[in-house]
Every structure is written in C-alpha cells, then in structure tokens.
C-alpha cells in the first residue's frame, strides 16, 4: 500500500507559478511511476507529468518547457514546478503511484488560474 497526499494547490494568476508536492507513505526508491495527472470539469483524466524508473520523465506536449517533475527520495516526496501557469491548466492535480502493478492516488489538489 502506499498513501499519496498533495499540498500547493491554489488560486494563481495567469503567469503565475505553484509547485505542487506529493508525499508518500514510503519510499519511493520503489515505486516504478510517479506522476502527476489533472483534471478539468466535464473532461478525463490527463497524464501532465510523469517519472518512471530510471529517472526518465515524460510530459504533456501541452506543459512542455513550463511544468517539471523532480523528486526528493530523503523525504519521499515528488513535486511539480509549474511556471508561466494559463487559465487552462485549472484542474484538481492528482499524484498518481504505480508499484507491483498497483496504482495509488491522492486525494487531489485544486489549481486555479485566473485570467
């Protein structure tokens, strides 16, 4: 098992930045996925960022050069630097785990950008 929970959200204005963080209830030294995923009212679940194995990261074409996932394995946590932020990346942000073939989500964090 493991237990996600976010803190950053906010109310933000367009340009502004927020750096979301996701602590988990064990190390995440063996967790295959963290990511970070959004979602908008009336729309699905999206991936914004994700870190595999490795230390490789992919994110959404749509956050490219203004989000970034990075991790901290001393304090089991991961966050998401999220800068030059738009009206359209209002969304609950969800951390997101797979381990063992498992998938662990948080409760989500609300990020609101006014223009």
């Known amino acids: 098992q493991v237990q996600l929970v976010e803190s950053g959200g906010g109310l933000v204005q367009a340009g502004g930045s927020l750096r979301l963080s996701c602590a988990a209830s064990?190390?995440?030294?063996?967790?295959?996925?963290m990511g970070w995923y959004r979602q908008a009212p009336g729309k699905q679940r999206e991936m914004v960022a994700a870190?595999?194995?490795?230390?490789?990261?992919k994110y959404a074409d749509s956050v490219k050069n203004r989000f970034t996932i990075s991790k901290d394995n001393t304090k089991n946590t991961v966050y998401l630097q999220m800068n030059s932020l738009k009206p359209e990346d209002t969304a609950v942000y969800y951390c997101?785990?797979?381990?063992?073939?498992?998938?662990?989500w948080g409760q989500g964090t609300q990020v609101t950008v006014s223009s």
């Open positions: 064990r190390s995440i030294f063996s967790i295959n996925l």
């Open positions: 997101g785990a797979v381990r063992d073939g498992n998938t662990y």
């Open positions: 870190m595999l194995d490795g230390g490789i990261t």
